[in-house]
């Protein structure tokens, strides 16, 4: 169906994406980009375009998927770069490129992890968007700064002298209860 919708021989990506119905390369790119920024306005921005378009959603984040490790490989596996570039095509090689050798790139195998859950999870989501912001979301959370972010609030209910209730444990330290915020 796409090749025949061509007027030549060789199949263009905007061709391709018609065809297929698959969502443009520029959203996939815009998302990753965002991500890589550690912008999470844009990236949810870009998020709601898609699903505004009505486009499929599992497409859209392995697409999303496939890019990232496309990128990261660019980074760290350079020997593999032709082939990539080759499968990208020129423009998006480019991008991914720029993206791979951006030097304050948020893009990490953390954020890979984070949108295979997120895939994961899609097809029992009731909003088909929902796992891909919740994951752009836990990935906003690990670019902060932990400097900067207000301490927990006590978990534990204030103690008439000011302190939290705290339970400590036999050697009589206090325990952490940190690990209930993550």
């Known amino acids: ?106 893009l990490s195998h953390d954020t890979l992890k984070v949108l295979l859950e997120a895939a994961a999870r899609m097809r029992f989501a009731p909003v088909p968007s929902l796992p891909l912001e919740i994951a752009v979301l836990e990935l906003a959370r690990a670019f902060v700064d932990p400097a900067s972010v207000a301490p927990p609030a006590p978990l534990l209910p204030e103690q008439p002298g000011g302190g939290a209730a705290e339970d400590e444990d036999e050697g009589g330290d206090v325990e952490d209860h940190a690990f209930l915020l993550r």
């Open 1 to 106: 169906k796409a090749l025949a919708s061509s007027t030549n021989k060789k199949l263009s990506r905007a061709e391709a994406e018609k065809a297929t119905g698959a969502p443009r390369h520029a959203l996939v790119h815009a998302l990753v980009h965002a991500l890589s920024q550690g912008n999470t306005s844009d990236a949810l921005a870009t998020i709601h375009t898609v699903f505004e378009q009505g486009i499929d959603m599992q497409l859209y984040l392995s697409l999303t998927l496939e890019y990232v490790r496309q990128v990261l490989l660019l980074r760290y596996a350079p020997e593999l770069s032709k082939a990539i570039l080759e499968d990208l095509g020129e423009d998006a090689g480019t991008e991914a490129s720029a993206l791979a050798h951006q030097k304050d790139s948020l």
